[in-house]
């Protein structure tokens, strides 16, 4: 059976500091992994995704992710984060349908 | 494109009352999913159609809801009658073929009073 943890339910962080979201899967097949954001009263928006190639994947707003698979993990890092990055971040497997992560709300302090 | 479009927006209504919740995907998807959100519970797939046809609705609560999609570009979720416990936001999501990603709508705030 397919599963999504999102170890952390809130990550508080300073302004310009470095974070790490953390996300891991388990699978017994290939799947393809997702990260997505949702700001306040908005619907979820792509950030990045993982269908195969490079273990290191690109996404909008600065932000990366890499895909372990011997750790079965998908963690999502930014080196400096903005107030603007204040949202809820959603880690979600796919394999023939979504399974999504409970979420992590990142709060970024001034 | 305009991308995934849901109304309305908001609905608040009185408990007993039959809601119906809308949805236009992007043009060319064709798989059509049903999201609910909630504090307690998360983000919890509904149903999801493939080629309007309903694929998997192991997730409809119970009953009381139910999911169409006529056509191409056109779903709906019908909650009849609803309950107190059905306010959430409603999310609608279409994914088209060949590609895993799926695109997701503003979503519906139900309010059942």
């Known amino acids: 059976a397919q599963s999504v943890t999102q170890l952390d339910s809130q990550v508080p ?6 974070v790490e979201l953390r996300c891991n899967y388990s699978s017994s097949v290939s799947v393809y992994l997702f990260w997505y954001v949702q700001y306040p009263n908005q ?22 992710a890499e895909f372990n698979k011997s750790q079965t993990s998908f963690h999502l890092r930014k080196p400096s984060v903005h107030i603007s990055d204040t949202a809820e971040y959603f ?16 709060n970024v302090k001034p | 494109d305009a991308g995934v479009i849901q109304s309305p927006r908001h609905e608040v209504t009185e408990m007993g009352q039959e809601v119906t919740l809308r949805c236009k995907p992007i ?27 309903p694929i998997d609705d192991s997730g409809m609560p119970e009953d009381r809801f139910s999911a169409k999609m006529p056509n191409a570009s056109f779903s709906t979720l019908k ?33 059942v009073t």
């Open chain 1, 13 to 18: 962080v300073f302004e310009e500091a470095p």
């Open chain 2, 79 to 111: 909650i009849q009658p609803s309950e107190p416990r059905d306010s959430a936001v409603y999310f609608c999501a279409s994914r088209p073929p060949q590609d895993p990603e799926q695109y997701f709508g503003p979503g519906t705030r139900l309010t």
């Open chain 2, 27 to 53: 043009s060319g998807h064709n798989s059509l999913f049903w999201y609910r959100q909630t504090m307690m519970r998360g983000l919890e797939l509904l149903i999801y159609f493939n080629n309007n046809v």
């Open chain 1, 43 to 64: 619907g979820l928006q792509l950030l990045l995704k993982y269908l195969s190639g490079s273990t290191l994947v690109k996404g909008i707003n600065g932000f990366e």
């Open chain 1, 91 to 106: 880690c979600a497997v796919n394999f023939n349908k979504f399974y999504f992560g409970s979420g992590t709300k990142l």
